[in-house]
């Protein structure tokens, strides 16, 4: 059998959308199960969508999930180049072939006329198409317009009648009436070839097996078939995919601002987690299991696993994977990526690794972090009410009376730590035969300010450290004696 190559053929537009990168992914996965190769190539013959830079923030997504090409624009290969607009002279080399074989033809027609007939065909309620103007010209009148320099464009010559039939891997067979099919434009008078060409030239060039994209390209694929036919060239493998969708009815749009792989990297997920939870967009692993590493997505990946229902971009899911790949991580790798979230608004000089630890368990995204450590610099002003809890029974005057008991035997810890402050707690809280929450939630709530900390009053405190624990406890102590003047 033939080596497996397959290609991502992303069009430069400065933005990786998560279903571009769903499809580099499995295609990568095609490729890398089957000991294949993985290409790259930049589609960027829409010259009017170029925008500066964009290659590079493909070449970037790609490499920072892992998604290595290994023959491309930057790293070369034996089918390059692989940047269209570099390989303009091969598109008008094969688009001339295409004439001579009797699959194409020159067209000649202005723009004037292309918008007038539009224009008539749409008052008249017909689809609009090209009326075959120049399909018939003569090669003497051909060759005359050429020769005044007339400038054309080369459209596909599709037959007049009959059928044709393509092949999708999900769809199966769909055939369509060749009379329903445009005399499309495959080379432009820019000399630069249309998708519709270039994407079939390439891939037959570049000795493509598979091709995986979305499937709005669904209803062009039978005029690429029949050019594929008119060369005599052999037909990939098509494999359409469904859009990543918003809900039912919308799709996963830029506007909604989740929908790159750098809006999700910035809203605090992780690029292993992105990667994987996107594999589960329209594919389905044969057990349970949900979560995969790169190398273990290749290792489980299977075409039949592929879906052609739309798949719903589920946020939640991706932040319960996201925790999951928390968790799995090295207390010192979280601590190294999680400082400048805990530092964006704690500043003091504490122990990060000692709050790293804490979160760790406790944080399903980064951007999770900030609000979860802000009571460490100050103490936040806070809401007396916060003392009334009915599940530790406990309202204002009992933890007035609490917090009398702890502040003298906290004072009187020497060498502050997370033992001595655990012991000195639960001492008193067996002195004063009293369930644990009805001490330790009054102390939590008169250090941090917060019903919700990670780690408890404990580690709050020992986080802090004694001054300003004894600080914090003195102010709410005197917060909570005026409350009850009040
Ligand atoms: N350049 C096309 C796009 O970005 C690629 C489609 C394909 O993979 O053939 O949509």
Known sequence: MNEVRTRFAPSPTGYLHVGGLRTALFTYCIAKKAGGKFILRIEDTDQERYVEGANEVIYRTLRAVGLNWDEGPDVGGDYGPY????????????????????????????????????????????????????????????????DAGMPYVIRQKIPLEGTTTFHDVLYGDITVDNA?????????????????????????????THVVRGNEYLASAPKYTLLYKAFGWEEPMYIHVEHIMRDKQHKLSKRDGDASYEDLINKGYLSEAIVNYIALLGWSPKGEREIFSLPELIEEFDISGLSKSP???????????????????????????????????????????????????????LTDIPAQVDFLDEMPEYDLSLYENKKMKTNRETSLEVLEKVLPALENITDWNFDALHDVLFNLIAEMGVKNGYLLWPVRVAITGKQFTPGGAVEAADIIGKAETLSRMKRSIELLRQGANA
Request: aromatic share 8%; with cysteine; net charge negative.
């Open 83 to 146: 940047i269209q607009t570099e390989r303009r002279g091969i598109y008008k080399e094969y688009a001339e072939k295409l004439v001579q074989l009797g699959g194409a033809y020159y067209c000649f027609c202005d723009k004037e006329r292309l918008q007038e007939l539009k224009a008539v065909q749409e008052a008249s309620g017909v689809n609009p198409m090209y009326d075959r103007h120049c399909r018939n010209l003569s090669p003497e009148e051909i060759k005359a317009k050429l």
């Open 180 to 208: 329903t099919l445009d005399d499309q434009i495959l080379l432009k008078t820019d000399g630069l070839p249309t998708y519709n060409f270039a994407n079939v030239v390439d891939d037959h060039l570049m000795g493509i």
């Open 311 to 365: 798949a719903i971009f589920d946020p939640l899911k991706l932040r319960a994977i996201n925790g999951e790949y928390i968790r799995a991580m090295s207390p010192d790798e979280f601590a190294r990526i999680a400082e400048p979230y805990i530092r964006e608004t704690c500043k003091g000089d504490f122990d990060i690794k000692k709050i790293a630890a804490l979160l760790q368990p406790r944080t399903e995204v």
